[in-house]
């Protein structure tokens, strides 16, 4: 009895889990199609501007003044 009692304790956090998972993808997936207003030119520019900041090439820009 107390095998089934802890097998359906595992089965229900590991459908917990999946759930979780699955909702946080699915949001993300979401906010990824609202915000992403961007054309395919200037992906590849934000693309490279990332790189470059990456390889230590560029700051990113903090929010600071720009003088």
């Given at each position: 009895m107390e095998?089934?009692?802890?097998?359906?304790?595992l089965i229900l956090g590991l459908a917990l889990i999946a759930a979780v998972g699955f909702e946080i993808h699915r949001k993300r997936e979401k906010l990824r199609e609202l915000y992403n207003v961007l054309e395919a030119d200037d992906a590849k520019v934000v693309a490279e501007?990332?790189?470059l900041v990456d390889m230590g090439q560029l700051k990113?820009?903090?929010g600071g003044s720009l003088a």
């Open positions: 095998q089934a009692s802890n097998t359906v304790t501007l990332d790189r990113p820009w903090t």
